[in-house]
């Protein structure tokens, strides 16, 4: 199988850089794609060759993925919203206005680690918020809520390429709505808080929407498409993605838990979301800069 072996860095990539890396993983010949990215054909490279050339980058603050090339454009984007598409987790930002923000971030951590239940931990964290007046989701939203470098880039130029890009997240349809226009995803699902007489009562709408929600988004997106998994692409930061990442044809771990960063096919841990489009063989001239 041919695949490409992409470099994309926060920052211009050096030469040096690009080339060392490449020349650890055997790769002859490389092209740049933009300042920032560089490519090589990498003729049944493996997982060998990969870690040899993230050995080679090690300090460097570059990504390197291995991504095949057949197949490498894609018609669908799922991506998770609490610190993947926005710098934040909402939840913990809410707990912040209730006076139990070190309480609940403990429990986001675990969660996200894989190391508790998510639809428990959902419950046991929202149950902390009983109380707190609605109008304090807007405040989040006006003041701690913010796109991830590369965000809206990624999600428009895939829109205006034809791509379906759709927003699922474990966390509020609150945030979510917002977060959906601000980045231009053309669909948005995610947990009910219940309110009642101004207040949040502590409580979710069911049903949770957890891991296996996600993964089913994806399979009721790709129905509804009429296309395989394989042409799906996934992105997320924790193990309530994991379902969803292990579906998708292309499934990316962005500045992930290890939990997630070991299972998906590639890794985000210095690029901004935009390196996405590079791993996706999107050239940059087509992009919608945002």
Known sequence: MTRALVLTA???LSDADAARAFAAAGCAAWRRLAPEAAEAEAL???RARLEAARAALAEAAVDANLVPVEGRHKRLLLA???STIITVECIDEIADFAGVKP???AVTEAAMRGELDFDGALTERVALLAGLPEAALGQVWRERVRLSPGAATLVRTLGALGVETALV???FTFFTERVADAAGFASHRANRLEV???RLTGRVIPPILGREAKRERLAA???ELAIAPAQAVAIGDGANDLA???AAGLGVAYRAKPALAEAADARLDHSDLSALLHLMGVAPERWVRA
Request: charged share 25%; aromatic share 0%; glycine share 12%.
């Open 10 to 12: 926060p920052a211009p």
């Open 44 to 46: 049944d490279a493996d």
């Open 80 to 82: 998770d919203m609490d």
């Open 103 to 105: 309480q609940v971030a």
């Open 169 to 171: 997240s474990g966390g």
């Open 196 to 198: 009642a007489e101004g």
């Open 221 to 223: 997106l790709c129905a």
């Open 244 to 246: 969803m990442v292990e």
